[in-house]
């Protein structure tokens, strides 16, 4: 197939070729590695190529799911699929691998896509970018190399951007998917708390703050694959209200007008860009002219107390992980295998009383509890995705020897002070690609609705995407670019 054809598609467009045998899966797996091979010495965003793998998944019979012979990729985090790494971002899991898929790459399967890779993440995922030193050189934005493709699902981010990839596994504990969706101009929903599977080897990830899914080009893909892969699992925690109707369905319909909130000022105080604030005016004023009610109103909730039950859910997990990262690689932790950040915070865990763990999970209860009580008013809120443009790279240095696990944890959310409230609250939140700055690198617009209500974000999701296109924007480093074929 022709690279720059291959690369006009979204994953539902690439399908409907595949339905019509117009291509074949090989075909389009054999077109997005040749692509890897070309960009990534540049990007850095893909750990790992399973080509073989891929090819005999073909040979023995793809399902006919909606995404039949799409080229896939899958973040080096939570996610296992079988016999394929999960590196963790880090020199301490380096080579794990486990026997059998999770419940999630399972059904990933059952979409119909094909897996042709890993992609980069930061150490155990705790950055807002990924330039983790497993894998040497940082992994670069697309749109400009000099700056970070966002974390910890950077590397998807960049992959799918740069045209390797449709669409990309992801997750997402404080912004994860929403922080690269807004660096790399794609499309990023964390699904509501309990739509996607997590078991059988994840309880609730990070305690309840970190949920599964996906990044993609379209929200036409999103809403497809959320369609796909939500639902409880056997014998899971809990699980989210089903919609009324298909997702992929909903967002066919005519949309209602909505009453959005919408605010510029993070209840952390921090300054937020004058770029991410002009684009933000733009998308209040386009959303009026779709014909819904725009009021600025922010929830309130005790910021201070929520800043510290983030850092004591993240370090005692990031003690967990490592934990058991060691154990599967029958390594010892030390500041050899452990980045200097991460570290900390993996000491401040280790030292951190239960009790301490308990309040912040009760923090999180009365933060989401009052939060939601803002949500009985406004349909929506709107905000920036991040306090600035794409940051440019080393600016969050997990290898800095002079940071604790505190001042780490402000660093991340002073840069992505919008993102995390909604981990802890548990609901749906998409960023959009609806900003760019002077310099033409992308800035996302947040959008974050009612407990289990995906279905609104998805619809006002598609009407913004119709009224300001944004999947034929094209980065400096793309296949479409640097590929003759």
């Not at 409907?16 to 010495?41: D, Q, R």
């Not at 970070?148 to 799918?160: F, Q, V, W």
């Not at 406004?378 to 969050?396: E, H, K």
Request: aromatic share 8%.
């Amino acid at each position: 197939m022709n690279i720059s054809e291959y690369t006009t598609y979204d994953g539902l467009g690439l399908a409907e070729l595949v339905k019509k045998k117009e291509v074949t899966p090989e075909e389009l797996v054999n077109t997005s590695v040749n692509i890897i091979k070309e960009l990534n010495p540049t990007l850095n965003a893909v750990a790992s190529i399973v080509e073989e793998k891929a090819l005999k998944e073909i040979k023995t019979g793809l399902p006919k799911g909606p995404f039949e012979g799409v080229p896939f990729l899958i973040k080096e985090l939570v996610l296992h699929a079988e016999g394929i790494p999960v590196n963790m971002g880090s020199k301490l899991a380096e080579g794990i691998t486990f026997p059998v898929d999770s419940e999630l790459m399972a059904r990933f399967r059952k979409a119909g896509v094909v897996t042709v890779g890993t992609t980069t993440t930061p150490e155990f995922g705790y950055n807002a970018a990924s330039e983790a030193t497993l894998y040497g050189n940082p992994t670069v934005n697309p749109w400009d190399t000099n700056h970070s493709p966002g974390g910890s699902s950077g590397g998807s981010a960049a992959a799918i951007a740069a045209g390797i990839t449709p669409l990309a596994h992801a997750n997402d504990g404080g912004g994860s998917i929403r922080i690269p969706a807004s660096c790399s101009g794609l499309v990023g929903l964390k699904p509501t708390r309990g739509r996607i599977p997590s078991g059988p080897f994840n309880s609730e990830p990070l305690n309840g703050i970190a949920i599964e899914f996906a990044l993609s080009k379209t929200v036409r893909d999103t809403a497809t694959l959320l369609d796909a892969v939500a639902g409880p699992d056997i014998g899971c925690y809990g699980w989210a209200e089903p919609p009324a109707m298909p997702f992929a369905e909903a967002i066919k319909k005519a949309p209602k007008p909505l009453k959005i909130a919408w605010t510029g000022k993070p209840a952390s105080g921090v300054p937020v860009d004058e770029e991410c604030l002009r684009a933000l005016k733009e998308t209040v004023a386009l959303c009026e002219e779709l014909g819904h009610t725009v009021v600025e109103a922010t929830p309130q909730y005790d910021v201070e107390k929520f800043s510290m039950a983030t850092v004591r859910i993240w370090t005692a997990n990031i003690y967990h992980m490592i934990n058991g990262a060691a154990a599967l690689s029958n390594r010892i932790p030390s500041e050899k295998n452990i980045e200097a950040a991460i570290w900390a915070c993996y000491q401040y865990g280790k030292e951190m009383p239960a009790s301490h763990l308990l309040e912040a999970i009760d923090t999180n209860a009365a933060v989401s509890r009052g939060v939601g009580h803002f949500f009985t008013d406004y349909d929506v809120l709107l905000s920036p995705t991040l306090a600035t443009p794409p940051a440019p790279i080393g600016m969050l240095n997990s290898n800095n020897p002079n940071i604790n696990a505190v001042e780490w944890t402000e660093q991340i959310f002073t840069y992505a002070p919008f993102t995390n409230l909604f981990n802890a609250t548990g609901q749906p939140s998409i960023s959009l690609p609806l900003g760019w700055s002077d310099k033409g690198l992308p800035i996302g617009m947040q959008f974050t609705g009612r407990f289990a209500d995906e279905t609104t974000l998805l619809l006002l999701a598609t009407q913004l995407e119709e009224a300001r296109p944004w999947k034929d924007k094209i980065p400096s480093i793309h296949a479409s670019n640097l590929i003759k074929s």
